[in-house]
């Protein structure tokens, strides 16, 4: 027996009620019995016109063969964008959700996190003005159907084999990575092939570009052709951590810096010692006014944003520098790590960026992330 939605095959999962078995590791999104064909969800024929689309800039030349690229091979297989940070991947499938749209066919974006949901729709609504862009997700589930669908890969339950393209978004971020059931659920929510972006793909992703499942595109440069920061790692007791931090935002004053701590509690206690000194901020999963903490950091009311990994992902605010601080935590990992790292010198008029790790130990993470850097920095060149 297999859930057809979540393609669960667990037999502690499955329960007999009164219409028949049914999964129980899928619940949460409604009951689905075993026995029934799942009908593929109805939706509409995205409409004539909604492929024509106007990017706000120049693809660059590697941009432009590898969007050509994936165009092409998302017609025979699935497809890794294995992009550093900051390449402007969501750029590079333009040319492929357009191409799709064409053929009349259905496309979803999906992202793990429901907060860049909003936001992305915006964007693709801007490049596609013709299309009818929605987004589905937490508090916006009115409108299920459009041309072109955003959704937070918790939505995806809603269209049973409706996608000729799924969209992965950085399918290694939180709560996508390593949920069985949502990873069931954005297999049979596609009857096509489907695109997975993402700058630290995890080793399931890898494994299947090893065993030829999925083709892989690489991108090592942003569009500003600049080198990524590599972060400098400094080793320093515990107790003395603060004093290099000082020094650090010292010699960054005037400049947006970023403070990334591994406990909401190290967030609230560094935030309440920086905020004798500077005007700092704490962001972390606790904070409920989240966007108008970053909109106010974004505008320069703080100079420091102390925050934790809620932040590693999806910001990008000019000219900003990034410390972590005991970077050595078993709370970070390398992907992390890398997506810290990544917030510095993501912009033209900011191209480059000062990015510090302090550890307490020497740390295998923190060095292999400067590595992994280098080394994408070098296969640019
Ligand atoms: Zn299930």
């Not at 409409?47 to 590898?66: F, N, W």
């Not at 700092?280 to 420091?304: H, M, P, W």
Request: aromatic share 6%; proline share 6%; with cysteine.
């Amino acid at each position: 027996m297999q859930c057809p939605r979540c393609l669960n095959t667990d037999e502690e999962y499955f329960y007999r009620g009164s219409r028949g078995w049914y999964c129980r590791r899928c619940i949460p999104f409604g009951r689905v019995m075993l026995e029934e064909d799942g009908e593929p969800a109805a939706l509409s024929l995205p409409a004539e016109g909604s492929e024509e689309y106007t990017l706000s800039y120049p693809l660059t030349k590697q941009q432009k063969e590898i969007s050509e690229q994936c165009a092409q091979l998302i017609e025979t297989t699935d497809v890794l964008l294995h992009c550093v940070c900051g390449a402007g991947k969501t750029e590079l499938v333009i040319a492929s959700i357009a191409g799709m749209l064409e053929k009349g066919k259905k496309v979803c974006f999906a992202i793990p996190r429901r907060q860049v949901v909003l936001e992305l729709r915006e964007r693709l609504a801007g490049y596609f003005p013709n299309a009818k862009v929605v987004a589905v997700c937490g508090g916006h589930t009115e409108v299920t159907d459009g041309d072109l669908i955003v959704a937070t890969t918790h939505q995806l339950y809603r269209y049973f084999g409706a996608f000729d393209l799924l969209i992965l978004d950085e399918p290694d971020a939180f709560p996508f990575r390593g949920n069985p059931v949502l990873h069931g659920i954005a297999e049979t929510c596609r009857r096509g092939h489907m695109i997975a972006l993402s700058a630290t793909p995890d080793q399931e992703l890898l494994k299947r570009v090893r065993n030829g499942t999925m083709a892989c595109l690489k991108l090592n440069q942003r569009p500003h052709g600049h080198p990524l920061p590599v972060p400098r790692i400094r080793i320093v007791p515990s107790v003395f951590m603060f004093i290099p931090l000082l020094l650090w935002l010292r010699s960054h004053s005037g400049r947006p810096c970023m403070v990334f701590v591994p406990s909401v509690a190290k967030a609230e206690r560094l935030g309440i010692l920086l905020g004798l000194l500077s005007d700092c901020a704490v962001c972390t999963g606790r904070s409920e006014n989240r966007d108008e903490l970053i909109a106010a950091f974004r505008q320069g009311k703080y100079n420091v944003l102390v925050c934790t990994t809620v932040m590693e992902r999806g910001m990008t605010i000019p000219g900003v520098q990034v410390c972590v601080f005991e970077a050595d935590s078993r709370i970070f990992d390398e992907a992390s790590l890398v997506q810290m790292a990544g917030r510095a010198g993501r912009t033209l008029s900011h191209p480059d960026g000062d990015v510090l790790f302090l550890c307490r130990h020497r740390s295998g993470k923190a060095e292999q992330c400067a590595v992994s850097l280098q080394e994408a920095n070098a296969c640019a060149a």
